[in-house]
């Protein structure tokens, strides 16, 4: 059983489409972390979520909405997607000291987005 | 901006012979670290490197920070065709919130071949 699990791991969607992006750590860590991956930029982080509540939101479009019902589960909500949000979606965990030392981050196999 | 950036952007070797990866960043650290991904997966941690440290080892990995310069490197070597992959250095800066988070570079492409 893998640290980390995304689901589902390819999804395509019309821009009318609502879906969800599924992830799940069998870690028991507490913090959780969404970041996006397009070809030749670096990793964008979304949101980090630390025991349930999300500390950060970088910037991110209102029609990507994320769900954090308990520190095993983190979900991002898709609703009237624009193709440039194509991309692959990577979720992550880790173990937070506080103190800002952070250590390794876990990730998933990831989501590949595609939307026509 | 970006806070880490690596240099080169791909690299293409033997089998045998030593890569290294370099990487910058602009700001003051608590920790560098470094991943791997394979096409189209999930990155892979490979070493943590605190401020404090200069220089740490893990297997064929070598790795050292220089924090006068804001830069690090990554050596692996006796190269594998395994060790083909994008390669991430990711850096951890101070803050006063609850959970930190890692910017990343852009990457360094290596390919390793027979």
């Known amino acids: 059983e893998t640290g980390v699990t995304q689901t589902p791991r390819h999804l395509v969607m019309g821009m009318t489409n609502k879906k969800s992006l599924k992830c799940e750590q069998h870690?028991?860590?507490?913090?959780m972390y969404w970041y996006k991956q397009s070809a030749k930029k670096p990793l964008e982080l979304m949101f980090v979520?630390?025991?349930?509540?999300?500390?950060e939101n970088n910037s991110v479009p209102s029609r990507f909405s994320p769900e954090c019902p308990n520190s095993s589960h983190l979900f991002l909500h898709l609703h009237t997607l624009q193709p440039e949000d194509s991309a692959l979606y990577l979720c992550?965990?880790?173990?937070?000291?506080?103190?800002?030392?952070?250590?390794?981050?876990?990730f998933g196999e990831g989501s590949r987005l595609t939307v026509l | 901006s970006q806070q880490g950036e690596e240099d080169p952007q791909a690299l293409s070797i033997q089998e045998g012979e030593n890569a290294t990866m370099n990487c910058s960043y602009k700001t003051s650290i608590n920790n560098l670290q470094w991943y791997r991904q394979n096409s189209g997966r999930g990155l892979v941690h490979l070493i943590l490197?605190?401020?404090?440290?200069r220089e740490k080892h893990s297997g064929r990995l070598r790795v050292t920070l220089d924090t006068s310069k804001k830069s690090s490197s990554l050596l692996i070597t006796a190269s594998r065709a395994a060790d083909t992959a994008s390669y991430f250095c990711a850096t951890v800066v101070p803050n006063t919130g609850t959970a930190s988070k890692l910017t990343f570079g852009t990457g360094t492409r290596l390919q390793v071949t027979l």
């Open positions: 490197i605190r401020s404090n440290e």
């Open positions: 979520y630390n025991f349930k509540e999300q500390t």
């Open positions: 870690l028991g860590h507490n913090a």
């Open positions: 992550a965990s880790s173990q937070e000291r506080g103190g800002g030392d952070t250590g390794e981050l876990f």
